[in-house]
T-cell receptor, first 109, second 115 residues
């Protein structure tokens, strides 16, 4: 079967750095995506890692280790507007994306 | 570009009623998807399509049907609605599947309550 595990909640303060981990079990793994969803909104794409290593996009970075079946999303210089749910999603061979249950990030001042 | 549009935004159904959730994309994407999201949960794939005339089941297809007669439209049909189908339904599309940078674009969602 296919599954992804990520923490259900993370809290942090403005300006801090937070890391959201994701472990996956997917046959024929292609890559790992991250999506952000604000309360009541639609998910929006943040990043995609197909190869091992770190991908940086502004304040957000995403990391993948294929040998460890592990990835993380790193959010720097946290802002209140970063309070949202973050989903990792695995792409397997011949399948559509499988999403994790999401991590709710709460940023306080 | 409107992206992915969904109608209706909200709907209340009685048990046993049927309805169709509409989804349209104007990005000429081959791949389209239907997800449901229950409160506090992730997205579960209902059905997906890799192109006009081709559809396949996802994780939770029971109680739903889809069709894909055009590239743009991917309606989701609920027959004999049940309370367990109360959820938020998202339609999404992507240009490719599994390619580097592959991104799914989501519609705003349909909030469905079955009572």
């Amino acid at each position: 079967g296919q599954s992804l595990e990520q923490p259900s909640e993370v809290t942090a303060v403005e300006g801090a750095i937070v890391q959201i981990n994701c472990t996956y079990q997917t046959s024929g793994f292609y890559g790992l995506s991250w999506y952000q969803q604000h309360d009541g909104g639609a998910p929006t794409f943040l990043s995609y890692n197909a190869l091992d290593g770190l991908e940086e996009t502004g304040r957000f970075s995403s990391f993948l280790s294929r040998s460890d079946s592990y990835g993380y999303l790193l959010l720097q210089e946290l802002q209140m507007k970063d309070s949202a749910s973050y989903f990792c999603a695995a792409q397997g061979a011949g399948t559509a994306l499988i999403f994790g249950k999401g991590t709710t990030l709460s940023v306080s001042s | 570009n409107a992206g992915v549009t969904q109608t209706p935004k909200f709907r209340i159904l009685k048990i046993g009623q049927s309805m169709t959730l509409q989804c349209t994309q104007d990005m000429n994407h081959n791949y389209m998807y239907w997800y449901r999201q229950d409160p506090g949960m992730g997205l579960k794939l209902i059905y997906y399509s890799v192109g006009a005339g081709i559809t396949d089941k996802g994780e939770v297809p029971n109680g739903y049907n889809v069709s894909r007669s055009t590239t743009e439209d991917f309606p989701l049909r609920l027959e004999l609605a049940a309370p367990s189908q109360t959820s938020v339904y998202f339609c999404a599309s992507s240009l490719t599947q599994g390619a580097p940078g592959d991104e799914q674009y989501f519609g705003p969602g349909t909030r469905l309550t079955v009572t």
